[in-house]
C-alpha cells in the first residue's frame, strides 16, 4: 500500500493558507481604518446626555458622541474622522455582526451573554440600573416594584435584571424610550427601568418624573467590537486609557453630565 506522502505539503499549505485568513480578519477593522482614515460607529439617536440627534441641525451630540470622536482621533491621528449611523436596542449587535459599522458605542452593558457573540473593550462609563416614577410615585426602590407593571426596553437586558429583585413585578417591553416614556406618564407602568445615566437624561427632559432607589445593580457600559478583532480591540482600549490619564474623559463627563440634577458626576472621574 502506497504511502499517501503528498497529503503533507498539501495539509502544511492548508494550515498556513488558514493561518493567513485568520491574521488578515484580524487586522482587518483597524487596517481598513488607518486606510480610511475613518471609523465607523453604531450610535443611538434618542439618548440624552449619550448620543441624540439635535433637531435644529441633524447631528447626533452627546458624551458618547464626543468620546467616540476623540477615541477616533487617539488611534487615526488629528485627520481621523468619526463616522455616525444610527442604531437602537434591537439593532446594533446586527450592524456589528454584518460589517456595518466598525464598532458601537450606545449605552451598551457589558454580559457575559453578549460577550458569546461580541468582545467589548474596557469600561468607559460605570452605570448601574435604577428607576424612573412619576415625582408623586410611592415607589422609593426596586423591592417596591412587586406587584407593579414595570416599563423596559426590548432588546435590553433590564426588564431581565428587574426579575431577579422584584420577582412579582410585571414587565411591559416598549421599542424606545420615547414610547417608554410616554407609556409611564400615561398611567400604562408604574415605573421605567434603566441605567441610571440615561434616566436622569429622560428626567431632565421631563420635570414631571424623578430618578429613584439609586442604582441596584452594576452596568458598566463597553465599546462592541466584532469577534476576531484583537488589534482594534487593543488600539481602542489604549486610546480609552489615553483620555483617561489626559483628563479628556472628565473633560467630557463635566461638559455632559456637570449639570444634571441629582447625578454626582465626579464619581464617573478617572483619574
Same mark, same amino acid.
Given at each position: 500500500?502506497?504511502?499517501?506522502?503528498?497529503?503533507?505539503?498539501?495539509?502544511?499549505?492548508?494550515?498556513?493558507? *488558514?493561518?493567513?485568513?485568520?491574521? $488578515?480578519?484580524?487586522?482587518?477593522?483597524?487596517?481598513?481604518?488607518?486606510?480610511?482614515?475613518?471609523?465607523?460607529?453604531?450610535?443611538?439617536?434618542?439618548?440624552?446626555?449619550?448620543?441624540? +440627534?439635535?433637531?435644529?441641525?441633524?447631528?447626533?451630540?452627546?458624551? @458618547? +458622541? !464626543?468620546?467616540?470622536?476623540?477615541?477616533?482621533?487617539?488611534?487615526?491621528?488629528? *485627520?481621523?474622522?468619526?463616522?455616525?449611523?444610527?442604531?437602537?436596542?434591537?439593532?446594533?449587535?446586527?450592524?456589528?455582526?454584518?460589517?456595518?459599522? !466598525?464598532?458601537?458605542?450606545?449605552?451598551?452593558?457589558?454580559?457575559?451573554?453578549?460577550?458569546?457573540? +461580541?468582545?467589548?473593550?474596557?469600561?468607559?462609563?460605570?452605570?448601574?440600573?435604577?428607576?424612573?416614577?412619576?415625582?408623586?410615585?410611592?415607589?422609593?426602590?426596586?423591592?417596591?416594584?412587586?406587584?407593579?407593571?414595570?416599563?423596559?426596553?426590548?432588546?435590553?437586558?433590564?426588564?431581565?435584571?428587574?426579575?431577579?429583585?422584584?420577582?412579582?413585578?410585571?414587565?411591559?417591553?416598549?421599542?424606545?424610550?420615547?414610547?417608554?416614556?410616554?407609556?409611564?406618564?400615561?398611567?400604562?407602568?408604574?415605573?421605567?427601568?434603566?441605567?441610571?445615566?440615561?434616566?436622569?437624561?429622560?428626567?431632565? @427632559?421631563?420635570?414631571?418624573?424623578?430618578?429613584?432607589?439609586?442604582?441596584?445593580?452594576? @452596568?458598566?457600559?463597553?465599546?462592541?467590537?466584532?469577534?476576531?478583532?484583537?488589534?482594534? @480591540?487593543?488600539? $481602542?482600549?489604549?486610546?480609552?486609557?489615553?483620555?483617561?490619564?489626559?483628563?479628556?474623559?472628565?473633560?467630557?463627563?463635566?461638559?455632559?453630565?456637570?449639570?444634571?440634577?441629582?447625578?454626582?458626576?465626579?464619581?464617573?472621574?478617572?483619574?
Amino acid at each position: 500500500m502506497k504511502k499517501k506522502f503528498w497529503l503533507i505539503p498539501v495539509l502544511f499549505c492548508m494550515l498556513f493558507l *488558514s493561518g493567513c485568513r485568520q491574521k $488578515v480578519a484580524d487586522q482587518a477593522v483597524l487596517k481598513n481604518a488607518q486606510s480610511s482614515k475613518t471609523i465607523t460607529w453604531g450610535v443611538e439617536a434618542d439618548m440624552k446626555l449619550f448620543s441624540l +440627534i439635535d433637531v435644529r441641525d441633524d447631528v447626533h451630540k452627546g458624551f @458618547e +458622541i !464626543d468620546l467616540a470622536k476623540a477615541i477616533t482621533k487617539q488611534i487615526l491621528g488629528p *485627520s481621523g474622522q468619526a463616522k455616525f449611523v444610527t442604531a437602537t436596542a434591537q439593532s446594533r449587535i446586527p450592524l456589528l455582526k454584518n460589517g456595518n459599522v !466598525d464598532a458601537v458605542i450606545a449605552t451598551m452593558s457589558i454580559t457575559p451573554e453578549r460577550k458569546k457573540v +461580541i468582545d467589548f473593550s474596557n469600561s468607559y462609563f460605570n452605570a448601574g440600573e435604577s428607576l424612573l416614577v412619576p415625582t408623586n410615585s410611592s415607589i422609593k426602590n426596586v423591592h417596591d416594584l412587586n406587584g407593579k407593571t414595570v416599563i423596559g426596553i426590548v432588546g435590553d437586558n433590564s426588564s431581565e435584571v428587574v426579575k431577579k429583585f422584584a420577582p412579582k413585578a410585571k414587565v411591559i417591553g416598549m421599542q424606545n424610550y420615547g414610547q417608554a416614556v410616554s407609556a409611564l406618564k400615561s398611567h400604562q407602568g408604574d415605573a421605567l427601568v434603566s441605567d441610571n445615566g440615561v434616566l436622569y437624561g429622560l428626567a431632565v @427632559e421631563n420635570p414631571s418624573l424623578v430618578v429613584t432607589g439609586g442604582t441596584f445593580t452594576k @452596568e458598566p457600559y463597553g465599546i462592541a467590537i466584532n469577534k476576531q478583532q484583537k488589534p482594534f @480591540e487593543r488600539a $481602542v482600549n489604549r486610546a480609552i486609557t489615553q483620555l483617561q490619564h489626559s483628563g479628556e474623559y472628565n473633560h467630557l463627563i463635566k461638559k455632559w453630565f456637570g449639570q444634571v440634577p441629582g447625578f454626582n458626576y465626579k464619581e464617573m472621574y478617572q483619574r
